[in-house]
T-cell receptor, first 114, second 117 residues
Framework: DAGVIQSPRHEVTEMGQEVTLRCKPI?????LFWYRQTMMRGLELLIY????????DSGMPEDRFSAKMPNASFSTLKIQPSEPRDSAVYFC????????????FGSGTRLTVV | AQKVTQAQTEISVVEKEDVTLDCVYE???????LFWYKQPPSGELVFLIR??????QNEISGRYSWNFQKSTSSFNFTITASQVVDSAVYFC??????????????FGQGTILTVHP
């Protein structure tokens, strides 16, 4: 299995631009999570999906952030418009229903907004 | 609300020393799951272990061992005979099994471990 695949690995964009981060979970995993990692706030859960349905988006910081999961093999996290304080590493993770083998994380997308 | 506290921000040891990383958690759930993850300098998050709240048996995997004590809400991680390759940030995490905490993996702030040759 290729694991959780995220793209791009690095993204540098100008303030005000739209940014789209992509994630392909492990096949057969029922849950998908988006996390953000910063020095100040550590690892924060932004949103998670179960069977493609958003379950909890209470961690999404503002209306500028949105996430979708149109099918079981693809999810996006969009920031529009982006701001410098959005600079962080964004991780996608997936797990099976019982989570027996833990959450498998992707390699992350390092976003820099200048 | 769930909370995970890793009081040690940074630990520095010399190779071959044993080191213990502390983790204390808070949850109202009667069933929950505890995890440890490793984040090496390359940045990925690597799953190390999952422990169920109803299983307090300690676990050993090679040089790694975990001590789960429900009475003190602690889930400590010990590396025996540390090696330079163990240098990383280590995260303790908690997931509840009911209500709004279901599915959410809450992380501690992490402990930076540096092993010197």
């Amino acid at each position: 299995d290729a694991g959780v695949i995220q793209s791009p690995r690095h993204e540098v964009t100008e303030m005000g631009q739209e940014v789209t981060l992509r994630c392909k979970p492990i096949s057969g995993h029922d849950y998908l999570f988006w996390y953000r990692q910063t020095m100040m706030r550590g690892l924060e859960l932004l949103i998670y999906f179960n069977n493609n349905v958003p379950i909890d988006d209470s961690g999404m910081p503002e209306d500028r952030f949105s996430a979708k999961m149109p099918n079981a093999s693809f999810s996006t996290l969009k920031i529009q418009p982006s701001e410098p304080r959005d600079s962080a590493v964004y991780f996608c993770a997936s797990r099976t229903r019982d989570g027996g083998h833990g959450y498998t994380f992707g390699s992350g997308t390092r976003l820099t907004v200048v | 609300a769930q909370k995970v506290t890793q009081a040690q921000t940074e630990i520095s040891v010399v190779e071959k020393e044993d080191v213990t990383l502390d983790c204390v958690y808070e949850t109202r759930d009667t069933t929950y799951y505890l995890f440890w993850y490793k984040q090496p300098p390359s940045g990925e998050l690597v799953f190390l272990i999952r422990r169920n709240s109803f299983d307090e048996q300690n676990e050993i995997s090679g040089r790694y061992s975990w001590n789960f004590q429900k009475s003190t809400s602690s889930f400590n991680f010990t590396i025996t005979a540390s090696q330079v390759v163990d240098s990383a940030v280590y995260f303790c995490a908690l997931r509840g099994a009911g209500g709004t905490s279901y599915g959410k993996l809450t992380f501690g702030q992490g402990t930076i471990l540096t092993v010197h040759p």
